[in-house]
């Protein structure tokens, strides 16, 4: 059974720095696609950023120059450091798995920056 545990999330003033934690357990031993979505009430859910199992990084445009994906392959894990939050940047945050054509979610990290 594959499952992504996020964490990381909570409540921060606008400029301030989280760090969010994607861990993959089960039957996923191979470098894979990885990324972070996040999904604000009343909104579509968006990318904000995935690293392929090359290491190709993508961001969206609204978070590039302030949030940084990276993996641990040792441990199975993605980050996503985020700074100089803002107040639209509050959203539940999902990390996503790409395995053999299938897609698999996390329970999601509730982020809230105040302004």
């Known amino acids: 059974q594959v499952q992504l545990v996020e964490s990381g999330g909570g409540l921060v003033q606008a400029g301030g720095s989280l760090r969010l934690s994607c861990v993959t357990s089960?039957?996923?031993?191979?470098?894979?696609?990885m990324g972070w979505y996040r999904q604000a009430p009343g909104k579509q859910r968006e990318l904000v950023a995935d690293?392929?199992?090359?290491?190709?990084?993508s961001y969206a445009d609204s978070v590039n120059g302030r949030f940084t994906i990276s993996r641990d392959n040792a441990k199975n894990t993605i980050y996503l450091q985020m700074n100089l939050l803002k107040p639209e940047d509050t959203a539940v945050y999902c990390c996503?798995?790409?395995?053999?054509?299938?897609?698999?979610w996390g329970q999601g990290t509730q982020v809230t920056v105040s302004s």
């Open positions: 089960g039957n996923v031993y191979s470098m894979n696609t």
């Open positions: 690293i392929t199992s090359g290491g190709t990084i």
């Open positions: 996503r798995l790409v395995f053999l054509r299938k897609d698999y």
